[in-house]
């Protein structure tokens, strides 16, 4: 198995973002862009690449310039006929998405997370102590899938033989939206049958805890009131996939993620064994290190000039989170891990209106899911197998991770 390597590959002139060299490890491309064409086409699609730390926070904090309708486009091909996740708020501008916002967000408050810690304790105790050792295997779906999709079901009140279709949802109606070719009939129908799936199931669902709420965050949903308002049926099944996609993309990716880091570095591991107070920094390094998160598509709404370059109205745009990520403008020495770096990393979880709602428990997820692997695990080894990277646009982190965990 190999991890990613940080020499610079052979690339040409206009980069694609979805080519197996950039996704194995895209960031010589980014720090290229950085330099020489910080706002430029690439493909898929010539969407204008933003790459730069500065330009990627103008277009983030400006919405009414750039607007997250962008997402909304890039997650519903005609071909689809209709995504969910493309009608969340994270597909909304000000002002309907304060609305939704302020209705969901009581659901991730400090009172709401403390009160999960020891569920999402126990999901990690359960997964980790079901790891086979000395033996190698992939670690992604018994591990680093198990944890955040069943965390999520648990939220949401999915029942536990559900948990691993949620990740399958979640992976169909988004990268396996955008990166389908015209040509691939039988991938789009797959896709459309994940989102009639997804309806049919959160739909069935929310009916039942209108009749009978129980203790999870639908029946919050359901029960919640802003003004007097309650969130329409196609508007709580659209945050249903927005928490599917967000709560257990970034969660399974950044723990893949931190796995692959171990591997490269062992002497990290070395450290967390040493004094476990420094895993909240190591998770919130790997979090900037390797963004689950690498872009975020925007529309532009009005002609407009970034970094020099003149973009017209209803042009593509795409800021690259891993890039900004790793510049050293704002992160010096940006591609070298280190845990010493003042945070929080609060940049791969988004900025100002559309700022994740579950950052701080992808947080408490990662810092749970270690705490655990290391009560049950010393050392760490490659597995024989190479590696592979998940092929999708906007997230990044291994879609396989063959290991040999060794004893504590």
Known sequence: MT??????????????????????NPYPAYADLRRNAPVCQVDPGGMWAVSRYEDVMHVLKN??????????????????????????????????????????????????????????????????????????????????LRIPASVIGDLLGVEPAMHT????WADLITGGVTTVRP????????ARDAVKELKGYFGELLDRRRVEPGEDILSDLVRARVE????????????????????????VHMLGA???????????????????????????????YEPPAQAAPRVTTQDVELGGVHLPAGSRVLVLIGSACHDDAQFPDGDRFDMDRPG?????????????????????????????????????ERGPEPMTWHRTLVVRGPATLPIVLHPA
């Open 165 to 168: 279709r949620l990740k399958r």
């Open 228 to 251: 007097g308002e309650s969130l329409t049926k196609d508007e709580l099944i659209a945050f249903c996939s927005l928490l599917l996609v967000g709560g257990i993309e970034t969660a």
């Open 258 to 288: 931190s796995l692959v880091v171990l591997l490269e570095q062992p002497e990290l591991l070395a450290t967390l064994r040493a004094d476990r107070s420094r895993i909240p920094a190591f998770i919130e390094e790997i979090l900037r």
């Open 63 to 144: 919405p009414q310039v750039f607007s997250s309708k962008g997402f909304g486009a890039a997650t519903n091909p005609p071909w689809l006929g209709g995504n969910p996740f493309s009608e969340s708020m994270l597909a909304m501008d000000p002002p309907q998405h304060g609305r939704l916002r302020g209705l969901v967000s009581r659901a991730f408050g400090v009172t709401a997370m403390a009160r999960m810690e020891q569920r999402v304790r126990t999901f990690a105790r359960e997964a980790v102590v079901e790891l086979p050792l000395d033996q190698p295997f992939d670690i992604m779906p018994p591990y680093a």
């Open 344 to 380: 929080p990393q609060n940049l791969p979880f988004g900025h100002g209106v559309h700022f994740c709602l579950g950052a701080q428990l992808a947080r408490m997820e990662g810092r749970l899911a270690l705490e655990t692997l290391l009560d049950r695990v010393g050392r760490l």
């Open 3 to 24: 991890g990613p390597t940080r020499e610079t590959p052979t690339m040409t002139a206009r980069y694609n973002l979805l080519s197996p060299e950039l996704k194995t």
């Open 183 to 190: 040509d691939e009939e039988d991938r789009k129908q797959l």
